[in-house]
């Protein structure tokens, strides 16, 4: 029931089509990580596929965010808790 309703929630918030839902096997506890496939990752990294993930998050986190960025963030983070707790 929680990983259909996190994975309705993000998809009702951010409007993908693929959300990719990985449980992380090396973590030393219960990891879950949800890639949603934005329009603008789709755009630079080519179409969804699971072998992509580390990489573009690699890329991600060399990436440096704005305080516009951190607020769509903060904004989305909230939205999707507003609609996990709905359920």
Do not use: N
């Amino acid at each position: 029931a929680f990983l259909r309703i996190t994975e309705t929630a993000i998809r009702a918030v951010t409007g993908v089509d693929c959300l990719t839902i990985v449980q992380e096997q090396y973590s030393t506890h219960f990891h879950l990580w949800f890639f949603p496939w934005t329009t603008e990752v789709v755009a630079k990294y080519g179409s969804p596929h699971l072998d992509k993930i580390r990489a573009i998050m690699a890329d991600t986190r060399q990436q440096v965010l704005d305080a516009g960025a951190w607020a769509l963030l903060a904004d989305a983070i909230a939205k999707i808790t507003e609609c996990c707790g709905q359920r």
